[in-house]
C-alpha cells in the first residue's frame, strides 16, 4: 500500500507515520515528491488496514499497490526516474549510446575504439573485464587489467564506464572502477549480487534473464531498490525463443510494457539479441522507435580479431550511421 500525505504535512508527521507502520511489524519507505510524501508500505503479509492510516494525522490517501513489485513500480512512483551519471541523465528527455567492444583486449585496443566512438556519438563507453563465456576455453576477460584500463579509457576520453560484476567476489573491485556496474543476463536471478547491487553506491544496468518474464525481471530491479540503490537502468538484451534466423529474439514489446510498469529508465541490446552484425542497425532503429532511452551496442575497429563476439560488433562507420538514423527517429517522438 502506498499512503500519501497531505500537501501540508509536517515531518513530525510524516515520521509519525512511519513509526506506526513500523509498529505494527511493516516496514515503510518514504518517497519524496515534486508536491507531496508518499509513504511506501512493504513486508506486509496480508492485507493492510487502510483506514487505520487514514485517520492519522497528515495521511491524505491510501493507494492500494496491486503488483508484486513496488518501488520499481508506476503505482508507487508515477514520475520517471533519470539515472545520473556524471553530467548524463540516462531515462526521458535524452537518448543514451552506450558502445565499445565485448571485452577489454588491451589498452590500444581499448582506446582506439573509445576515441572512435566518442567521436560518432557515444555517451558511455562499455567494455567486459570479467566476461561470462559459456566455454571455460574461450577468453575470460583481463580482470583487475581490463578495469584499469578502463578507468584509463575514463581520464583520457572523459566517458563513464559500463562493465559487468560477474561475481560477488569482485563486486567491490568492480564498483571501485566503474561509473555503471552491469549485471549480466545470466545473474539476473543471482539473488546474493542482487542484495549487493542494492548496497552499491553506483547506478547498475540489470539486463534480461534470457528466459525471464518481465514480471521476474522488475522483481530482481526491486532488490536492488529495496536494498537501498534507486539507480537502476533496465536492459533488453533478446530472450531465447525457436528462431535460429538471430542468437537471440530482442522483445522489443518489453520497451512499451516495461515504460508502463516501471519509472526505471529502459535501453536495450540489440548486439547481444541478434548476434550478428546485420541485424544490429535496424533492430537499434526499431528500439528507439518503441520507446527505449537508450541503447548499448558492441563496436569494434577490427571485429575479424575481437577475443570475442566479433561477428555481432559493428565497425566504427556502421556505428556512426547507426547513430545519425537512430538520433533522427527519436526526434520525431520527442
Ligand atoms: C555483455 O553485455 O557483455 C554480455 C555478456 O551480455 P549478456 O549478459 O546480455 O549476455
Ligand atoms: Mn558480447
Not at 263 to 280: E, F, K
Amino acid at each position: 500500500m502506498l499512503l500519501v500525505m497531505d500537501q501540508k504535512a509536517t515531518p513530525e508527521e510524516v515520521a509519525a507515520v512511519v513509526a506506526a507502520i513500523e509498529a505494527r511489524g511493516y516496514s515503510a519507505r518514504p518517497i519524496p515528491g515534486g508536491e507531496r510524501v508518499a509513504i511506501g508500505i512493504l513486508n506486509n503479509k496480508g492485507p493492510v488496514d487502510a483506514a487505520f492510516f487514514l485517520g492519522l494525522p497528515g495521511v491524505r490517501d491510501a493507494i492500494p499497490v496491486t503488483r508484486p513489485y513496488k518501488l520499481v513500480s508506476r503505482e508507487f512512483k508515477p514520475e520517471d526516474t533519470l539515472v545520473q551519471v556524471g553530467d548524463l541523465s540516462i531515462g526521458t528527455g535524452a537518448l543514451t549510446i552506450i558502445a565499445g567492444p565485448c571485452a577489454i583486449e588491451s589498452e590500444s585496443q581499448a582506446l582506439t575504439i573509445a576515441e572512435q566512438v566518442k567521436r560518432k556519438g557515444a555517451h558511455l563507453f562499455r567494455g567486459g573485464a570479467f566476461k561470462p563465456r559459456t566455454s571455460p576455453y574461450s577468453f575470460q576477460g583481463l580482470g583487475e587489467e581490463g578495469l584499469k584500463i578502463l578507468a584509463r579509457v575514463r581520464e583520457k576520453t572523459g566517458m563513464p564506464v559500463v562493465t559487468e560484476a560477474m561475481d560477488f567476489e569482485t563486486f567491490d573491485l568492480v564498483e571501485h572502477y566503474t561509473d555503471v556496474i552491469q549485471i549480466g543476463a545470466r545473474n539476473m536471478q543471482n539473488f546474493s549480487l542482487l542484495k549487493r547491487a542494492g548496497r552499491a553506491k553506483k547506478p547498475v544496468l540489470l539486463k534480461r534473464g534470457m528466459a525471464a518474464t518481465i514480471d521476474e525481471w522488475l522483481m530482481a530491479a526491486e532488490y536492488i531498490l529495496e536494498g537501498g540503490n534507486p539507480d537502476v537502468i533496465l536492459c533488453e538484451r533478446g530472450v531465447r525463443t525457436f528462431a535460429h534466423h538471430s542468437r537471440n529474439t530482442l522483445d522489443l514489446s518489453a520497451v512499451p510494457v516495461v515504460r508502463k510498469e516501471s519509472h526505471l529508465p529502459i535501453i536495450t541490446d540489440p548486439s547481444h539479441a541478434a548476434g550478428r552484425r546485420d541485424q544490429v542497425i535496424p533492430l537499434s532503429r526499431a528500439s528507439v522507435a518503441v520507446g527505449a532511452h537508450g541503447l548499448m551496442v558492441e563496436v569494434h575497429h577490427a571485429p575479424d580479431q575481437a577475443l570475442s563476439d566479433g561477428g555481432q560488433s559493428l565497425y566504427p562507420d556502421q556505428f556512426e550511421r547507426l547513430c545519425r538514423q537512430v538520433n533522427s527517429i527519436y526526434e520525431v517522438f520527442k
